[in-house]
């Protein structure tokens, strides 16, 4: 399995736009109406994906990739780190991913069809785990940042 998909966002870019379809940068969240495409265990799954899409019509594809970046990771530790009962192993395991900072993580396409998303998602190892460690983070009370308004005061 890979550990930077970055290869692969950029050739997903280059296919969707020899195919003479549209890009529109953005996240489909769950909470949309959406079908996951199930992955056969080939590399090339989203070129079939981006065929199909193109083949119902689709206006654009959504695309949507996470770089881990420094920021992101020093404040899971620092979440983790302030959480009310801190766990080392999680702590460990946040402070090995400092090893795929730059690294695309997630690739998620999508497509709209008659008010339904098709996803299509493309993650590697670390970024599983890290999303694990994210909700931990959220799970254990970890440090909350608040930025405090001005405005609000007035």
Known sequence: MQDDLSTVKDDMVAFIEGHGMKRFHGYV????????WRQPEHGDEWKDFVELAKAAAAPFLTMNEVTLSRTDLDTLITRLKNATFPEDDDIEDAQFLKTYVGKTGFVQLGWPFQGVMFLYE???EWYERYQRLLDVAEGMGGLVIDEHDEDEEH
């Not at 969240?29 to 996951?36: N, R």
């Open 122 to 124: 493309l993650s590697t």
């Open 29 to 36: 969240t769950e909470e949309i109406d959406s079908v996951m």
